[in-house]
């Protein structure tokens, strides 16, 4: 199945066109960073470390879009290049790994962005919100992470 | 100038730093990580004032306040990308000064987008006092952007030399 993927005509041209796959990488890159870095910063407002004197409720208003729209692109852009590689990344655990990674994340970025209309009208950010803070920022290090290991150690990428 | 240089890169790989760099499996992918880590904070933070300045997204906080409120964090995510970098420059420095993909990337786009950057962030004070932002703002705030992505493709360029 993932052979028949890597072998579509236009996954091969994809693969075998140097600035195709070029624009691809950079726009993961990119939207990649984009992505994280918008986050973080809402992750480091709610754990009272970061802008502390705008109120949280209107910085995540105001990032919360480009954490979801570079989400998009980070998602399609991987999706190509896993596409021209794709009997050799489908059975990588590490990739794997990396791909729960990035699921438990999202999820969680979903919850925050649910939660911060409610943290925003408490006198007081709660504890439990800070930890989860906490973890959804561990979590995108740990895609990062996997990311970097799958070349490292399965020779891949 | 050259040898100069070249005497620097065989210095830095000889380093503790270097040599863990170049020879643990586990040092490169970690060594990585700082440089990504910082690079979304840093490439993060710039995006949000560039936009604010564009007037796209949510126009509640002026681009002043915006880039006053990100800016303690936009350095400390430059410190991070500068430490993760050096780093890992330092692993395979003769390789890399050899690279004409890292050439472009560090000695022209990164300089270019990093000055842009500084005036950028200082002029906002200015152009961000307003909710709607002058025309200038706007230039710039784009210029700034397609740098970043140059120098972005230069780095994807450099394993292809």
Redesign the interface.
């Given at each position: 199945m993932w052979e028949a993927l890597e072998n579509l005509g236009w996954v091969k041209t994809l693969g075998s066109t140097?600035w195709m796959y070029?624009i691809v990488?950079?726009t993961h890159?990119?939207t990649?960073?984009?992505?994280?870095?918008?986050i973080?910063?809402v992750d480091?407002r709610v754990m009272g470390i970061?802008?502390r004197?705008?109120s949280l409720a209107?910085?995540a208003?105001?990032?919360f879009?480009?954490v979801w729209i570079a989400f998009v692109f980070a998602i399609i852009s991987g999706f190509l290049m896993f596409a021209t590689d794709a009997g050799d990344w489908a059975p990588s655990k590490i990739f794997h790994v990396k791909l729960t990674f990035i699921a438990a994340a999202a999820v969680v970025a979903g919850l925050i962005q649910w939660l911060v209309p409610r943290w925003a009208q408490q006198a007081k950010i709660p504890t439990w919100a800070k930890v989860l803070a906490l973890v959804s920022l561990l979590l995108?290090?740990g895609s990062?992470?996997w990311a970097?290991?799958v070349p490292?150690?399965e020779g891949l990428g | 100038m050259h040898d100069t240089l070249v005497a620097f890169a065989k210095w830095l790989e000889g380093t503790p730093w270097g040599l863990m760099t170049r020879e643990s499996i586990w040092a490169y992918p970690f060594v990585q990580l700082i440089h990504f880590t910082g690079l979304s904070i840093w490439l993060g933070t710039n995006f949000a004032l560039d936009l604010r300045l564009l007037g796209v997204g949510s126009r509640r906080a002026t681009a002043a306040q915006v880039a006053q409120e990100l800016f303690v964090w936009n350095w400390i995510g430059f410190a991070i990308v500068l430490t993760g970098g050096f780093m890992l420059f330092s692993g395979i420095a003769t390789a890399f000064i050899g690279n004409i993909a890292f050439q472009w990337k560090l000695g022209l786009f990164v300089p270019l987008a990093l000055i842009w950057h500084v005036v950028v962030q200082r002029k906002a004070r200015e152009w961000g006092q307003t909710i709607d932002t002058p025309g200038i703002a706007r230039f710039a705030a784009l210029t700034e952007i397609l740098l970043w992505i140059c120098v972005i493709t230069a780095a994807v360029q450099i394993p292809n030399h």
């Open positions: 140097g070029s990488a950079v890159y990119l990649m960073f984009w992505c994280i870095g918008s973080a910063v480091l970061a802008a004197r705008r209107e910085l208003e105001q990032l879009p480009w995108w290090i990062i992470i970097s290991e490292a150690l | -």
